[in-house]
T-cell receptor, first 114, second 109 residues
Framework: DADVTQTPRNRITKTGKRIMLECSQT?????MYWYRQDPGLGLRLIYY???????NKGEISDGYSVSRQAQAKFSLSLESAIPNQTALYFC?????????????FGAGSRLTVL | DAKTTQPPSMDCAEGRAANLPCNHS???????VYWYRQIHSQGPQYIIH???NNETNEMASLIITEDRKSSTLILPHATLRDTAVYYC??????????FGKGTRLHILP
């Protein structure tokens, strides 16, 4: 099984629907992240969490919310999906060492909003 | 905004060394340099990181200039499977981790 698992892998929905993307990890990492990727572009940070009681906004948090239900689970919600939220979404985890902080990514969730 | 500048694309012949440059002229003392790559639309994969010394692992070598304002990722013997987008990022341990657009590396047969 993958260390970082994202569900669903693919989702097609309609404008105005509520959508939740889920991320779970077996690495025992404290830190978790959600990124968005649009075609031909790099990754943009949506939200990140350094532990269960910590939630931080990233570069593009408007229109999204997150929930850190447990150390192993970090969910991303779109309360009312819109077409420009069509993108590939990645979850990542990390456990910082002495000075470095290396990310481990999931396989991605492709979301299409019609 | 991303703290690094990379060329949008590069070509390299199969079997040759691929040298991918990255500028990070505003890097601060506690920020590490990290490299990831993304093959097609898969999740990005960690390659290597360093603070000021050159680093090597089974995937690649990282050369950081003495002033730390730039670095080069070296894939010693590129194969077609190394075709990917390569991201160079810099951040400290507790920073937001911001990616740029990376370099699209084409390995030519």
């Amino acid at each position: 099984d993958a260390d970082v698992t994202q569900t669903p892998r693919n989702r097609i929905t309609k404008t105005g629907k509520r959508i939740m993307l889920e991320c779970s990890q077996t690495k025992g990492h404290d830190r978790m992240y959600w990124y968005r990727q649009d075609p031909g572009l790099g990754l943009r940070l949506i939200y990140y969490s350094f532990d269960v009681k910590d939630i931080n906004k990233g570069e593009i948090s408007d229109g999204y919310s997150v929930s850190r239900q447990a150390q192993a689970k970090f969910s991303l919600s779109l309360e009312s999906a819109i077409p420009n939220q069509t993108a590939l979404y990645f979850c990542a985890t990390s456990e910082p060492g002495a000075g470095a902080n290396v990310l481990t990514f999931g396989a991605g969730s492709r979301l299409t909003v019609l | 905004d991303a703290k690094t500048t990379q060329p949008p694309s590069m070509d390299c012949a199969e079997g040759r060394a691929a040298n991918l440059p990255c500028n990070h002229s505003t890097i601060s003392g506690n920020e590490y340099v990290y490299w990831y790559r993304q093959i097609h639309s898969q999740g990005p994969q960690y390659i290597i990181h360093g603070l000021k010394n050159n680093e090597t692992n089974e995937m690649a070598s990282l050369i950081i200039t003495e002033d730390r304002k730039s670095s080069t990722l070296i894939l010693p013997h590129a194969t077609l499977r190394d075709t990917a987008v390569y991201y160079c990022i810099v951040h400290s341990r507790d920073d937001k981790i911001i990616f740029g657009k990376g370099t699209r590396l084409h390995i030519l047969p």
